[in-house]
């Protein structure tokens, strides 16, 4: 279950000392005992941070609402009288550390300290869970009513998802008083460790290998034309997703699979955690029922004889030591779902040993295997063309060596084929015949510009279309590994990733104006992994000047996605054209992220134009 993992006590003390240091702004520095009586919701305050931070409290009493056995062991236990104020929850997690002993039912007294975990860490910008952790637990009787749960709903949840923190406070919300009628986080994080309840509710996260899915309580919220909830701006944060565990252990009852539009039917109960991967969680004592409704994987239309289909698929980092049923069921999809694109930009191509870090960089293997398993599905002969990187300078897995890879069916189109081009030495471009091309072809953007450390360098390759030259240039753009999540407790989070994208965009963007600087109706096509969003600003910064144009933004707002995280269908992978290309005919392909069974994380896209 790795989206709870163990809590060690090198942690808590970590973070029982980032309280004391004041990082947790609104903690109590006192270590001392209470004196007085203590109830859950005195603990859990009317802000994120507990008023008794530090604290030993005796004897808090309560019934237990769940026990979790697996990861983060402990259980949580809720005071059945409620003090009538809607921003403190009533109930807690006692954190055990080992299984716990006590069962669901049992009215419990609980000392121990109050202490603020951050599921991840201080640096993850997470919010803090408040719980009781070295906790001396004495069952008072078994067999009580568990407390009624709240029923989260459409109308209990707030459209707006959170306030902005404080500019003097780092930008933290941890120090503002809990808003739960205005707030969709802050309605979450007011009953924290609450037993909860939500309805019938629309599957907007497929399950995943983690025992975890994504519903939304907010079925007319910005939802998507095959059933999930799309991702349209920073301000529009979807505040109905809310994430589904089991507290059943899985080697007693199988998690449930279940693909985006199918429906958690019935009720659905148990305490609200917060984790590290997605924020508030609905750990649920009892789950309701997966409804299938039927999902399809999409087919694209073929091109006509005078289209020229250009497409983009990240296959997940492949390579030979992957079972052949990938490589089979990839080279399905390219021959039957995407319908044979004249050109595929392949992103995470890893070398002919993966993630054997031995100076392997060639990918040979890894594209015969591919290429011939499009064969055996019916498909052409692919030839290819890519660049070797230099070992462990492109980012990835230590020793696997991701890159670029084109693909071209050589019955349709043909590779132009421009000597020089290797790891380190950029494609540049220049006049021929009036035309622009590339010095190198294939060859890489400006391998040498700081945007490209530790990341994979843009390929650029010239193909002829029916006599006509036409410019492609791959795309992986750097991940958003480091940025703060949407449930943290800065707010606007940060985003420390798009620093290197936007760099990485003004590079590919004065690439193609060099381009169209000599050929001003030249037909460039830019895709790949961008790694952002069409609102972003780093597509702001590939199109800037008019020299590219998002071509996802032609599709409705509803089919506007290539990717599904924590709920959220949004874009990913991206194809721009340039403004030669006039018109053209886009599809995001929806194969896999919908999807729990997934041959890679990503949609393929396709463009169709006549150059």
Do not use: C
């Not at 402990?74 to 003090?83: S, T």
């Not at 707030?158 to 919300?173: I, L, N, Q």
């Amino acid at each position: 279950m790795a989206s709870s993992l163990p809590r060690t006590a090198a942690v808590s003390a970590v973070v029982t000392a980032a309280i004391a240091a004041g990082l947790l702004a609104g903690a109590s520095t006192s270590a001392a005992d209470t004196t007085d009586i203590v109830r859950i919701h005195d603990i859990q305050g009317s802000t994120r941070i507990s008023p008794l931070a530090g604290q030993r409290v005796t004897d808090v009493t309560g019934v237990v609402t769940g026990v979790r056995t697996y990861g983060s062991r402990g259980f949580w236990f809720q005071d059945p009288q409620a003090d009538g104020d809607p921003a403190t929850s009533e109930g807690v997690f006692v954190f055990t550390s080992s299984k716990p002993t006590v069962s669901v039912g049992d009215a419990v007294k609980v000392s121990g300290t109050v202490t603020e975990y951050v599921p991840g860490g201080l640096n993850s910008g997470n919010q803090s869970l408040t719980q009781i952790s070295k906790p001396t637990v004495t069952v008072v009787s078994s067999g009580n009513p568990v407390p009624a749960p709240v029923t989260v709903t459409a109308e209990s949840v707030p459209d707006a998802y959170t306030p902005e923190g404080d500019p003097a406070k780092d930008g933290s919300v941890n120090h503002l008083p809990l808003r739960p009628g205005s707030y969709a986080l802050d309605y979450y994080e007011s009953l924290e460790g609450a037993n909860i309840r939500i309805g019938t509710s629309r599957v907007v996260g497929p399950s995943t290998e983690h025992a975890e899915l994504w519903v939304t309580v907010k079925p007319d919220e910005n939802p998507g034309r095959r059933g999930g909830t799309v991702y349209g701006s920073y301000t529009s944060q979807n505040s109905g997703r809310l994430k589904v565990q089991s507290l059943v252990p899985l080697a007693e009852q199988p998690f449930p699979t279940a693909n985006v539009g199918d429906v958690l039917t019935g009720e659905t109960e148990g305490p609200l955690d917060f984790n590290q991967y997605g924020g508030y969680t609905l750990t649920a004592r009892t789950m309701g029922t997966v409804e299938d409704r039927g999902l399809k994987r999409e087919k694209t239309r073929p091109q006509h004889i005078s289209e020229l289909a250009v497409a983009t698929y990240n296959v997940e980092n492949l390579d030979p030591t992957d079972p052949q049923e990938k490589f089979d069921a990839l080279a399905k999809a390219v021959v039957e779902n995407l319908a044979l694109p004249d050109i595929v930009a392949l992103e995470e191509i890893q070398d002919n040993n993966g993630a054997k870090n031995d100076g392997t960089v060639a990918a040979d293997e890894t594209l015969k295997k591919f290429t011939d398993a499009i064969v055996a599905a019916g498909g052409p002969a692919y030839e290819w063309r890519s660049v070797d990187p230099e070992n462990n300078k492109d980012g990835g897995e230590p020793g696997g060596n991701i890159r670029q890879v084109f693909l071209f069916n050589p019955e349709r189109v043909s590779f132009t084929d421009r000597a020089g081009g290797d790891a380190t030495t950029a494609t540049g471009v220049v006049k021929e015949r009036g035309k622009a091309a590339l010095t190198a072809s294939p060859g890489r953007i400006a391998p040498a510009d700081a945007a490209w450390e530790n990341s994979r360098k843009p390929l650029a390759g010239e193909f002829v279309f029916r006599g006509r030259p036409v410019i492609v240039v791959a795309n992986h753009f750097g991940s958003k590994g480091g940025d703060e999540p949407i449930v943290g407790h800065r707010q606007p989070p940060n985003r420390s990733s798009e620093v290197k994208r936007i760099q990485q965009a003004k590079v590919v963007n004065a690439f193609v104006k060099d381009v169209l600087a000599v050929q001003r109706n030249a037909d460039v096509v830019v895709l790949g992994d961008i790694n952002d969003f069409e609102f972003s600003d780093t597509t702001k910064a590939l199109t800037d000047g008019g020299a590219l144009r998002a071509a996802v933004t032609s599709l409705p707002r509803a089919e506007r996605y290539s990717y599904v995280f924590q709920g959220n269908s949004q874009v990913l992978d991206q194809i721009l054209t340039s403004p030669g290309i006039r018109h053209f005919e886009y599809d995001s392909v929806h194969i896999n992220a919908e999807f729990a069974d997934q041959n890679s994380d990503h949609d393929p896209q396709v463009l169709r134009f006549r150059p």
